[in-house]
């Protein structure tokens, strides 16, 4: 099938971010594997990192899309797959030790388990993760391999078959925008530490924090900053 509008649109500002222009080929490879492979699954998402900052591109269900929000918060299995570049597989969120939050966020919305695969991050292509999601514990063991491999597989002989039947639209729409304040939110940043001798940390926390006392998106309190005259 063809892909969304919305995707498109997202891949486009993804292309224009990271110089790289195959995402779209890899997002339509890495859609028909994950079904392909597990079908059992009850959710799949895809995690890139630009710019040092995760983005969920698309996910199966924008309701379990909070589980990848909750490893943005405090660490998971996406984050570790893509730094260490190994796929981590969760057995049984029940007995989960290292990321609590992601462990507790998948309970109470009926997952199990989970593998995270990696891939990117050489020639240009930015770093990320493929995360199936289970609702049985342990519902990977002895796949993990088959899978590893079959995420090697160049992803131009697999574009033919591409299926994006699985994209969730509000996320894809979402994606330019996200990416948008992401780049008016950075550069506010940069304002508010030239003028006032901030860290990096220090501006960005005080942007979130005025934004969170007045009520308004970070995105439109960025945008004040970066009206102030002489910029």
């Known amino acids: 099938m063809e892909p969304l509008p919305e995707v498109v649109a997202a891949v486009d500002r993804l292309s224009a971010l990271t110089g790289d222009t195959s995402v779209l080929d890899g997002l339509n490879a890495l859609s028909h594997v994950a079904q ?6 009850v959710a799949v998402s895809l995690t890139l990192v630009v710019d040092g900052e995760p983005f969920t591109v698309t996910a199966t269900s924008a309701e379990l899309a909070v589980l990848d929000a909750a490893q943005y918060l405090e660490g998971g299995p996406c984050l570790d797959a893509t730094a260490s570049l190994t796929g981590v ?37 930015p770093p990320g993760a493929v ?19 079959a995420f090697q597989v160049p992803v131009e002989q697999l574009a033919s078959n591409a299926d994006l039947s699985f994209m969730t ?14 780049s008016v939110v950075d550069r506010a940043v940069g304002v508010l ?29 960025a945008a004040v900053v970066l009206a102030l005259p002489g910029l």
């Open 36 to 41: 392909s492979l597990v079908p059992s699954c």
């Open 89 to 125: 597989v969760v057995d049984d969120v029940l007995d989960e030790g290292r990321w609590h939050l992601y462990a507790q966020t998948a309970a109470a919305r009926g997952i199990r388990s989970s593998m995270s695969v990696p891939l990117g991050g050489s020639g240009g292509t």
């Open 131 to 149: 995360n199936l999601y289970a609702s049985k514990p342990q519902a990977f063991a002895g796949q993990e391999e088959r899978l590893a491999r």
């Open 169 to 182: 639209r509000d996320l894809a729409r979402q994606l330019p925008e996200r990416l948008e304040e992401k």
């Open 193 to 221: 530490m030239g003028r006032n001798s901030w860290s990096p940390e220090h501006a960005r926390t005080e942007l979130r924090s005025a934004a969170q006392r007045a009520g308004m998106g970070l995105g439109d309190v």
